[in-house]
């Protein structure tokens, strides 16, 4: 019989459960400061956490459980304010730190903790929204702000974009950032702008509606589950990627559905990255 444990990633036996072996880190961050719109991500984690132990260890598409060749190990609930010393703690042990969010503002404490390990980074950011506002009712650290800090990091990527604002725009073009930014996401192109390490950092707004409804500012028009998936696949195919978060996931009340696929994305991408 597995073991059911709701605070960690997967329905996994104890023994399986160890840090040494592991090769991935799963750091739950239940931060929520700055949502504007529809709230509940700081639940976000500990639903993921729990859908996970539904999940099925063999990969049908990849013809492999995905966490007997990259063990994973779960970590306690980390705040804002460690989690950039958590992450690197764990980066300094060859771990591969993969963030269940909470609110998008996280990302730039995740980012500056990697980008020390790997210089060259640039991050690709999966999202509905541009988020390169400087400011958002008064704060620089708000979700809606998130890109413009990690761009005072390193090169990032934007994928998936369908809403910003004037200023965003204007902003992007000015600073060449345009350039950057696939609205119709281009695999091919995708990875001509990426550095060989690459951190993904993942809104779940980047995908439709109409399949994933838990988030607090939901775009229509966007990816569907095989669509990204597709496009998580070429990437995780040519480049290094050194780490992942997954974010603004906001849980719906009788609606585990939504639950059980933002977990079985987490699972995809780390099978994507085994390969």
Same mark, same amino acid.
């Given at each position: ?74 970590? #306690? ?37 990697? #980008?020390? %390990? ?47 604002? %004037? ?12 350039? #950057? ?82 977990? %079985?994305?987490?699972? #995809? ?7």
């Amino acid at each position: 019989m597995r073991n059911k444990n709701n605070q960690r990633f997967l329905e996994m036996p104890n023994q399986a459960h160890n840090y040494t072996k592991a090769r991935y880190v799963v750091i739950p961050c239940p931060h929520e400061q700055t949502t504007s719109y529809g709230k509940g991500t700081k639940h976000g984690p500990a639903a993921i956490l729990r859908a996970s132990q539904e999940i099925e260890w063999y990969d049908l598409e990849l013809g492999y459980e995905t966490f007997v060749r990259k063990p994973v190990f779960t970590d #306690k609930a980390q705040t804002i304010n460690n989690l950039e010393a958590r992450v690197a703690s764990h980066l300094s042990q060859q771990k591969i730190p993969v963030v269940l969010g909470g609110e998008h503002s996280i990302t730039p404490s995740v980012v500056r903790a990697i #980008k020390a %390990k790997y210089p060259e980074l640039s991050v690709l950011q999966l999202d509905a929204h541009a988020d390169l506002r400087d400011t958002y009712e008064g704060r620089q650290d708000s979700h809606a702000c998130v890109m413009r800090r990690v761009l005072e990091i390193c090169p990032a990527v934007q994928a998936g974009i369908r809403s910003m604002s %004037k200023a965003e725009f204007d902003w992007a073009k000015e600073s060449r950032q345009l350039e #950057k930014i696939n609205f119709f996401p281009d695999a091919d192109k995708i990875n001509q702008q990426l550095s060989e390490a690459v951190y993904i950092t993942i809104d779940v707004d980047i995908l439709d509606p109409a399949v994933m409804p838990a988030t607090g500012t939901p775009e229509p028009g966007g990816l569907t589950w095989f669509g990204l998936l597709e496009l998580l696949q070429a990437v995780c195919a040519q480049k290094k990627v050194v780490g992942f978060d997954l974010v603004e996931f906001s849980p719906r009340p009788h609606d585990q559905a939504a639950d059980f696929t933002a977990a %079985k994305l987490i699972y #995809k991408l780390m099978g994507l990255m085994a390969a």
